[in-house]
């Protein structure tokens, strides 16, 4: 199998703070992770590609200087929620990719669910 | 354009019958990967089966098959000899073109519910 760590699992913040979630692949190494927000009763929908040593790739509608993305290690990508707001609540999810023979898996972390006060 | 169709929002099933759960596909990409993924309540997103397009046989993984019919552009998940634990949202996935860095296309899920 493969193991992908997310951390915080949960947080409250205040409106106007930042937050920083940071994905890790425990057993493997990813070039490329991935961040999804997910509403409640909803699917995942991507927020942005996230590539080791370079600039993530943002999907259209994500503000890339609110969602701050680092990918600086093939284990390691964060997520900085920069002046969060409460619509910014969610629950967001990374993935990493691992690399196999004729097969690229993309496993999940736990998640964390994000509430702005 | 809805790139992954589960037209099913629930389903209910015995413990110990097999359920499938339906998911119909849209790509002109020859080369493509189907997955599922299983969401229970926790959140966390588990992986469940592959499938790629240039796949001869049907995926399976234990309980979980996948019966691939590319013609129709479906990737349908069986599950057999349910269980309680199995109770939870599943999507269905599809990534599209070869090689690495390719994100995936989740359809809206299907919340299976395993009765006793």
């Known amino acids: 199998g493969a193991v992908v760590s997310q951390h915080p699992s949960w947080v409250i913040c205040k409106s106007g703070t930042s937050v920083k979630i940071e994905c890790r692949s425990l057993d493997f190494q990813a070039t490329t992770m991935f961040w999804y927000r997910q509403f409640p009763k909803q699917s995942l929908m991507l927020m942005a590609t996230?590539?080791?040593?370079?600039?993530?790739?943002?999907e259209q509608g994500v503000e890339k200087d609110k969602f701050l993305i680092n990918h600086a290690s093939l284990t390691l990508s964060t997520l900085t929620v920069t002046s969060a707001h409460p619509e910014d609540s969610s629950f967001y999810i990374c993935?990493?990719?691992?690399?196999?023979?004729?097969?690229?898996?993309?496993?999940f972390g736990a998640g964390t669910r994000l509430s702005v006060l | 354009a809805q790139k992954i169709t589960q037209t099913q929002p629930g389903m209910f099933v015995q413990e110990k019958e097999a359920v499938t759960l339906d998911c119909t596909y849209d790509t002109s990409d020859p080369s493509y990967g189907l997955f599922w993924y299983k969401q229970p309540s926790s959140g966390e997103m588990i992986f469940l089966i592959y499938q790629g397009s240039y796949d001869q046989q049907n995926a399976t993984e234990g309980r979980y098959s996948l019966n691939f019919q590319k013609a129709r552009k479906s990737a349908n998940l069986v599950i057999s000899a349910s269980q309680l634990g199995d109770s939870a949202m599943y999507f269905c996935a599809m990534r599209e073109g070869r090689g690495s860095g390719y994100a995936l296309n989740f359809g809206k899920g299907t919340s299976l519910l395993v009765t006793p």
């Open positions: 996230s590539n080791e040593g370079s600039k993530a790739t943002y």
């Open positions: 993935s990493a990719e691992k690399q196999g023979i004729a097969k690229n898996i993309q496993y």
